[in-house]
């Protein structure tokens, strides 16, 4: 079982920068995929970004060229950097981590991300 706990989110103008974090509570190193999950009003949640235990990486169209994904493995860390925000990137951000020997799934609290002038 790993315990997951986001941060970094907030409020930021339109075209502004934020880093997310995502400390895993045990080592993410080998047998753990990692996204990050947002879940804007009234939608359903969604995936941004993902990446394999190799390094991998996998985008959302929507974030493509703007976000970017990225694992610390030593650190037991999981980061989403997010570029030129919008309006539309406003959400509450979820970081996920998935065994991938027994499929098990676990969940961060959430941090909300607010992109607003």
């Known amino acids: 079982q790993v315990q997951l706990v986001e941060s970094g989110g907030g409020l930021v103008q339109p075209g502004g920068s934020l880093r997310l974090s995502c400390a895993a509570s045990r080592s993410i190193d080998r047998i753990y995929a990692m996204g990050w999950y947002r879940q804007a009003p009234g939608k359903q949640r969604e995936l941004v970004a993902a990446i394999t235990s190799g390094g991998v990486t996998k985008y959302a169209d929507s974030v493509k060229g703007r976000f970017t994904i990225s694992r610390d493995n030593a650190k037991n860390t999981l980061y989403l950097q997010m570029n030129s925000l919008k309006a539309e990137d406003t959400a509450v951000y979820y970081c996920?981590?998935?065994?991938?020997?027994?499929?098990?799934?676990?969940w961060g609290q959430g941090t909300l991300v607010t992109v607003s002038s």
């Open positions: 996920n981590a998935n065994n991938i020997a027994n499929g098990m799934d676990y």
